[in-house]
């Protein structure tokens, strides 16, 4: 399979699960890569949004501490995962936040 280099968009086109007993025995994900290397970025949303974005971005790169264990988000399309886990400690626990739901889908 070809990889597009620079900015992506992945488009799928069908995905199929076959489920038995519970557990996932086939998968298939048909889609492709697009290279947006030939567009650019909208000025006025850039503009509308930057101060927004630098914000964020500000937020999301302070450091809150040092996970020791290799954790994956794509377990977490399954079901209970340590990613989630984490996320709701840090929710929960460091800021202080009310509650926070974290949903998976599950047929």
Known sequence: MKVA????????HMLFFEIESGEVKRLSIDGESISMSDYSADSDFIEKFRDDYIAVRNFTNK????LMNDISTRDSYFGSSA??????TLTTGYYRCPGIICCTTCF
């Open 63 to 66: 450091k809150v501490g040092v």
């Open 5 to 12: 280099q620079g900015p992506l968009i992945f488009l799928l």
């Open 83 to 88: 990613f989630i886990d984490m996320i709701h």
